[in-house]
């Protein structure tokens, strides 16, 4: 990466903070998000060619309100504030700032009143997302409106000697339907910026810099065959080669044949040195009449690292580092300035937990990257297409998809059901629009009739989900040829399930997984 060609993002605390960033990095302009108290000598020395000061959930006249300091507004650096950001460039300008009579909350229509760099090409009037209760009252001195709303006078302002600009609403957000087009409006047409973030150079200088800092010590990696832990696999296998040693844990919760294809790709495809841990039994036992959900996730998570550990200790003398699949997002969070929307790292990205004996050095080479991101590294790297655009699979298992109690007979029937659902799902032209899909085996059973004879047998439910982050999702409309033929093949090649449903329920109020 060109050190002197990215963005920072300042963060106070916005729940779609990270929507700026992905947006950015869409445009192949680089950007980092960095807390909003950062020293301003350590920003100028990072030297980043824009400043975007983010949204936030704080009023800039509260007493604890997050501030950044005064001197970054000195640096020369061109600025954008977003909501939050653009209330606190003015209030650092000696406006005023105020709370409204009402919020504004959802669409508007914004009018553009001023020709801007930061408009360059935007529809007249456009579609724009507010949401803000505090309002700019009056226009900084030296500055200028560019934009209005009927409810927000002072929409988009800019002070173009200064380089600094402020919008009122949301760019970042999809519900903005021109606001990559502001983005990148500022960041190429003001901060000069150059788009050259590639995941070529990525994958290039990772290798590079991962060969310096290990040197001939060797790694080893928790390979789940997720995307994540995969793409690690392949770029840290690429990097030292037979100093990488993955461990994989097969709970017996797992798809079917999905043991038999990861041995294949990273053992025998690649070469790489893979230890596979059959403990199937072994989780079964301890989920031996265990139905609640949170209970089987504790069960679970803690007979990983038990497991993992003891393969961990056996290495741990030829080992010095612990290779985690741990991505920006996760990065982002820990960090978070204010709590934000999730102030801890999610335990099922990383290997979490291990014994104070095994003091690996730590070693995360996507900790710059977003999901998408990820999936395009592992293209760069030839992973298989079944690899890269594997669905999220949660860190249990099957064990959240089967409802109530846990046993060998209902593992067999979710995985046979499943992989139905995969297969006609992945024959759709269009099965890349299908953002998560699979099969659920409820805790019920119905009366049916098969042939002759009467059945009362189990239900299978079908969950299949459109979405762009998991935070929210819509489900998806399945045509009913393909519904069909899940229906039919589940009832007639799966033993013991009579009846198939569909789940037509959306995120919020519904979750995506059902436990």
Not at 101 to 120: N, P, V
Not at 169 to 192: D, R, S
Request: glycine share 6%; charged share 25%.
């Amino acid at each position: 990466m060109d050190t002197s060609n990215w963005i920072a993002i300042l963060d106070f605390g916005s729940q779609v903070t990270q929507l700026i960033a992905r947006r950015i990095r869409e445009g192949n302009i680089y950007c980092e998000i960095l807390r909003f108290d950062i020293d301003p000598d350590e920003l100028k020395e990072r030297n980043p060619k824009g400043i975007i000061l983010s949204g936030g959930p704080c009023s800039v006249n509260e007493t604890n309100s997050p501030h950044c300091s005064n001197k970054i507004f000195d640096l020369g650096i061109p600025i954008l504030g977003i909501c939050y950001g653009l209330q606190l460039t003015a209030q650092k300008f000696n406006s005023n700032v105020k709370t409204g009579k009402k919020h504004e909350y959802g669409k508007a229509l914004m009018r553009i009143t001023k020709d801007s760099l930061l408009f360059k090409n935007i529809s007249n009037p456009s579609k724009v997302w507010m949401s803000h209760g505090d309002k700019v009252t009056k226009i900084p001195e030296g500055f200028e409106l560019i934009a209005e709303s009927d409810n927000c006078p002072i929409a988009a302002i800019q002070n173009t000697k200064l380089n600094i600009y402020g919008v009122q609403f949301h760019p970042e957000v999809v519900h903005t339907p021109e606001g990559k087009k502001i983005l990148m409006n500022f960041a190429l047409n003001i901060c000069k910026c150059v788009e050259d973030w590639e995941m070529s150079k990525f994958v290039e200088s990772s290798i590079k810099s991962i060969k310096e800092y290990v040197k001939e010590e060797h790694v080893i990696l928790g390979l789940s065959g997720g995307v994540d832990s995969s793409v690690v696999a392949a770029i840290l296998h690429k990097a030292i080669g037979n100093q990488l040693h993955c461990v994989y844990v097969d709970n017996g919760l797992m798809r079917l044949n999905e043991t038999d294809e990861i041995k294949e790709l990273f053992e025998n495809a690649f070469g790489i040195d893979l230890h596979i841990i059959n403990a199937g039994n072994l989780f079964l036992n301890k989920l031996n009449g265990v139905s609640d959900p949170e209970k089987k996730r504790k069960i679970i998570g803690s007979t990983f690292i038990d497991v993992f550990s003891e393969k961990a200790r056996e290495l741990s003398k030829s080992v010095s580092f612990l290779a985690q699949g741990t991505l920006y997002p996760d990065v982002i969070e820990s960090i978070s300035p204010i709590g934000g929307p999730s102030a801890t790292i999610k335990s099922h990205h990383n290997v979490g937990g291990l014994p104070e004996d095994l003091k690996f050095k730590l070693i995360e080479p996507l900790r710059e990257l977003f999901k998408d991101e990820v999936r395009l590294v592992g293209k760069e790297l030839n992973l298989p297409d079944y690899v890269v655009n594997r669905q999220p699979f949660p860190g249990p298992g099957l064990a959240v998809r089967i409802i109530g109690d846990i046993t060998s007979e209902r593992i067999h029937i979710l995985q046979k059901a499943d992989l139905i659902v995969r297969e006609e799902i992945l024959d759709m032209s269009n099965h890349l629009d299908v953002w998560q899909y699979f099969a659920v085996l409820l805790p019920i059973r119905s009366v049916g009739v098969m042939g002759d004879d009467r059945t009362y047998d189990n239900v299978i439910t079908v969950r299949a989900v459109e979405s762009l982050d998991g935070m929210t999702a819509d489900w998806f409309k399945l045509p009913y040829d393909v519904m069909d033929k899940i229906s039919n093949r589940i009832i007639n090649e799966v033993r013991g399930v009579n009846r198939v449903c569909y789940d037509i329920s959306s995120k919020p109020p519904s979750t995506i997984e059902w436990e």
